[in-house]
């Protein structure tokens, strides 16, 4: 079975300050990952995947993360926050299997910028 | 503009009554998922249906149902509505039902059940 965690359903930053945002996975195959982004009265938005080519990937906004299997971590970084980064990011987790997928959500890291 | 759309943005209904939550995909995508996103219970995968066919479930209630027509836009029917059925509801569409392809949210319904 398939499980995300987020540690930190909360995290407050100050603006110009490092951004660390963390997922933990658990797959018995190998996986696909995925973070999300979600402003304020709109849908979630794409900010980077993970599908087994490079490691280290990069995605929109300035956002990164790093895929490491021995950790089985998929942690979401930017060097400096801003304050147009508020918002709720979703970690999740999906992989395929015959003729069925499912991706799986985390619950969630409210993050807040301060000025 | 993730391409998704969905109708209504806004839903007030009573309890015990029937709605019905519309989404449209992206051109060219063939995959349907709905989501319900609510306070206590965060994101929840409902149901995913691929190109006119039931592919995956999650938590869906018996009292809730979704079908994807022949030109692909998706409907949600939430029946016998529960004060807990208050959330915000979600479709997004993917290229195809394989987890490997990122999907694409819509702006969501709310739906308010008094």
């Known amino acids: 079975a398939q499980s995300v965690t987020q540690l930190g359903s909360h995290v407050s930053v100050s603006e110009g300050a490092l951004v660390l945002l963390r997922c933990n996975y658990s797959s018995s195959v190998p996986p696909y990952l995925f973070w999300y982004v979600q402003y304020p009265n709109q849908g979630l938005q794409l900010l980077l995947k993970y599908t087994s080519a490079a490691t280290l990937v990069k995605g929109i906004n300035g956002f990164e993360a790093e895929f490491k299997k021995s950790e089985t971590s998929f942690h979401l970084t930017k060097p400096s926050a801003h304050m147009s980064d508020a918002a709720e990011y979703f970690c999740?987790?999906?992989?395929?299997?015959?003729?069925?997928?499912?991706?799986?959500f985390g619950s969630g890291t409210r993050l807040s910028i301060r000025p | 503009d993730s391409g998704v759309t969905q109708t209504p943005k806004h839903l007030i209904t009573a309890t015990g009554q029937r709605v019905t939550l519309r989404c449209s995909p992206r051109s060219g995508d063939l995959s349907v998922y709905w989501y319900q996103q609510s306070l206590d219970q965060g994101l929840q995968f409902l149901i995913q249906?691929?190109?006119?066919?039931?592919?995956a479930k999650g938590n869906i209630l018996e009292r809730f149902s979704a079908q994807q027509f022949p030109d692909l836009h998706s409907e949600l029917n939430l029946s016998s509505l529960e004060l807990g059925d208050s959330a915000l509801y979600f479709c997004?569409?993917?290229?195809?039902?394989?987890?490997?392809?990122?999907?694409?949210f819509g702006p969501g319904t709310r739906l308010t059940v008094t």
């Open positions: 999740a987790v999906s992989s395929w299997r015959g003729s069925a997928s499912k991706i799986i």
């Open positions: 997004a569409s993917s290229v195809e039902g394989k987890g490997i392809y990122e999907q694409y």
């Open positions: 249906y691929y190109n006119g066919e039931e592919r």
